[in-house]
């Protein structure tokens, strides 16, 4: 993996993070928490996503779209887990 990728998995995280943030209100943990939530999410989704048979496509907004899903999914459940 070369510096250049992993700076796009970091940049595609961090919009993703916020996304996720947005979309789920109340569960989530700041800009920077989201941030981070949407960097794990972005591998969180390159794993889950093709096992369940969803391919959303390539390039870097299928990227966001894929990292976006798997942070909503990261926030969600850290949302069940901290109420319960």
Same mark, same amino acid.
């Given at each position: 993996?070369?510096?250049?990728?992993?700076?796009?998995?970091?940049?595609?995280?961090?919009?993703? *993070? #916020? /996304?996720?943030?947005? +979309?789920?209100?109340? &569960? %989530?943990? =700041?800009? $920077?928490?989201?941030?981070?939530?949407g960097i794990v999410g972005a591998f969180v989704a *390159? #794993? /889950?996503?093709?096992? +369940?048979?969803?391919? &959303? %496509?390539? =390039?870097? $907004?299928?990227?966001?779209?894929?990292?976006?899903?798997?942070?909503?999914?990261?926030?969600?459940?850290?949302?069940?887990?901290?109420?319960?």
């Amino acid at each position: 993996m070369t510096i250049e990728t992993l700076i796009i998995w970091l940049i595609v995280g961090a919009v993703a *993070g #916020w /996304l996720a943030g947005q +979309i789920v209100k109340g &569960i %989530g943990f =700041g800009l $920077i928490g989201n941030i981070v939530v949407g960097i794990v999410g972005a591998f969180v989704a *390159g #794993w /889950l996503l093709p096992r +369940i048979g969803i391919n &959303i %496509g390539g =390039g870097i $907004i299928a990227a966001v779209i894929n990292a976006t899903i798997g942070a909503v999914i990261l926030l969600v459940i850290i949302g069940l887990v901290k109420r319960a």
